[in-house]
């Protein structure tokens, strides 16, 4: 297939891939319309720490099973945000990967948080923003104002430091700090371990690419700066928008190799042909990839006033902003999307395990799960769960566990605790629809999304508790279609500027394709705000 200039051929395909915490997914689309044409999937081992040669490994598999991707001319990389990847000067993993959902690093979370507080307040302005009563709400509200962000367990900073103070040999090692998405484009481009021959182009951690969306999610990205912008020319190396005096307060220096953070259009390479491209001429060109929400974001089609709500492994309410956060309670991230806007985020721990909690208590399967729970009326006659199963983000309680409030003998039923259980989920995914508006977040339209969107009692009972109707659209791999999406618009900003000779036309002249928007369904049904309010009676109990 030849890539010539001027507009897509009619059978231009595009390829996205979502390395996720569970799985890698592959898409093949075309980069026209967007028509799905391939699809596979491989399983990712389960656990909060990874060695990354298995999302590799499940690469390849996805990949086959998907028909190859010899034939693509374009592909990007979506993946779970924050994951600590830590190669030494030879370009091998020095200890298996930390995923968001470890939670080893929640000390090293509140020195980093106390720290910095103390530095704000011995530089003498503890009042930048409001009066402060301690270091903690001095280091929160820096941190903030900093990365967007007050640090948590899940963010990559905090694992470097717990990496500094609980593996001193392995922190000496660090030559280069990756996020698996990040790790992962490397990889496909040939890159990789020294003397290993899935990695013809050697160990050249330079080459190590990122964009603005996962950048920012590491707590050493400049908040003030959704990221570069296509329609600027380059300045710098690409890495300018980090902090470093936050990278070395968490790992005690700054000489290692961070990637290079490019516009959403840039070219980030070219995929080894072993690997993708193979039928193309001159190659699949790479897209700098996306971190998982934002890559969900763009795959969604969201603009400002679309809220998603995203129920898998975590639980994620995310609205697309052209202004940037500093919440210092720490209940919304403010992170930067993959258009050159912001995404702002408030997650939970605790979404779909919280059904899969529910079927293991009732032994049920999902479709039991639903009916029982609709079975019930709402709110339950005061049953109330407190789903923090797994610790909590939001609010920050890494040590909490969940709690059953008001069980009675008539509400002691499979019922009334598969409603409980549903409704408890719904709950604590509100409250970050309701952080998102106490900082003036417009909310217009409600996307659910999701593994757990597929439950009719999730869909049935969520206008319920959110108080607002919810659109479901139809079940799709919506990461690795922001990533295909991210592909195509790479493809289409590279030819616009190799068709413009005189320079006229840059990347940053040319938007994402507009592919057809997937039907789906919109649920409606009588908000019922006791729910709400008997949790909230008891979730600070927890």
Not at 163 to 171: F, K, M, T, W, Y
Not at 379 to 407: C, F, K, Q, W
Not at 457 to 483: C, F, H, K, M, S
Not at 501 to 513: I, K, L, M, N
Request: net charge negative; charged share 20%.
């Amino acid at each position: 297939m030849e890539r010539a200039a001027g507009g897509p051929a009619a059978r231009t395909l595009v390829a996205g891939i979502d390395t996720s915490t569970q799985s890698c997914k592959v898409v093949v689309r075309d980069a026209e319309t967007g028509a799905l044409r391939r699809f596979g999937a491989a399983k990712h081992p389960d656990g909060t720490e990874v060695d990354p040669a298995a999302w590799w490994d499940a690469l390849g598999a996805a990949v086959a099973a998907a028909g190859g991707l010899d034939d693509v001319a374009a592909l990007a990389v979506g993946g779970q945000q924050h994951g600590m990847v830590a190669l030494d000067a030879e370009g091998r993993v020095i200890r298996p990967a930390l995923l968001w959902n470890d939670t080893r690093s929640a000390p090293a979370a509140r020195d980093l948080i106390r720290e910095l507080g103390e530095a704000r307040l011995a530089e003498g302005v503890p009042d930048a923003r409001v009066r402060v009563a301690s270091a903690e709400e001095a280091g929160a509200q820096a941190w903030a104002d900093a990365i967007g962000s007050v640090p948590v367990a899940s963010l990559t900073v905090t694992k470097l430091r717990w990496l500094r103070d609980a593996e001193p040999e392995n922190a000496a090692r660090v030559a280069a700090v990756a996020l698996p998405h990040d790790w992962l484009t490397w990889r496909i481009a040939g890159y990789g371990p020294a003397d290993d021959p899935t990695a013809p182009l050697g160990p050249d951690l330079d080459a190590l690419v990122t964009d603005a969306s996962d950048a920012s999610g590491t707590g050493y990205w400049d908040a003030t700066r959704a990221g570069p912008s296509a329609n600027e020319p380059a300045r710098g190396d690409g890495r300018e928008g980090y902090r470093l005096d936050l990278l070395e307060l968490a790992l005690g220096r700054t000489d290692v190799v961070l990637p290079r953070v490019l516009a959403p259009s840039a070219v980030a390479g070219v995929a080894h042909p072993t690997v993708a491209g193979a039928g193309v001429e001159g190659g699949a060109l790479l897209g700098p990839g996306a971190g998982d929400n934002a890559g969900a974001a763009l795959g969604l089609g969201m603009t400002a006033g679309d809220v998603a709500v995203s129920i898998g492994t975590s639980g994620v309410v995310s609205a697309v902003a052209d202004a940037r956060t500093a919440d210092g309670s720490g209940l919304v991230n403010g992170f930067s999307d993959a258009t050159g806007r912001y995404l702002l985020l408030a997650v939970t721990l605790n979404a779909s395990r919280v059904l899969d909690a529910a079927r293991e208590v009732l032994g049920v399967d999902h479709q039991e799960l639903s009916r029982l729970a609709l079975e019930a009326p709402p709110g339950a006659d005061g049953l109330v769960l407190v789903p923090y199963l797994e610790g909590e983000r939001m609010p920050n309680r890494p040590d909490a566990s969940g709690t059953l409030h008001g069980i009675r003998l008539g509400t002691a039923t499979r019922e009334y605790l598969a409603r409980a259980f549903v409704e408890g989920m719904l709950c604590g995914l509100a409250d970050g629809l309701d952080a998102l508006r106490a900082l003036g977040v417009p909310v217009e339209r409600v996307q659910l999304i999701g593994g757990g969107a597929q439950s009719e009692a999730v869909r049935r009972i969520a206008p319920q508790v959110l108080g607002l109707p919810v659109a479901v659209p139809e079940p799709g791999e919506y990461v690795a279609d922001g990533a295909a999406r991210q592909a195509a618009w790479v493809l289409a900003a590279h030819r616009a500027a190799e068709g413009a000779a005189d320079g006229s036309t840059g990347p940053g002249d040319v938007d994402p394709p507009t592919w057809a928007a997937s039907s789906g369904t919109v649920t409606e049904a009588v908000p019922v705000p006791a729910i709400r309010e008997r949790y909230a009676e008891v979730r600070d109990l927890t």
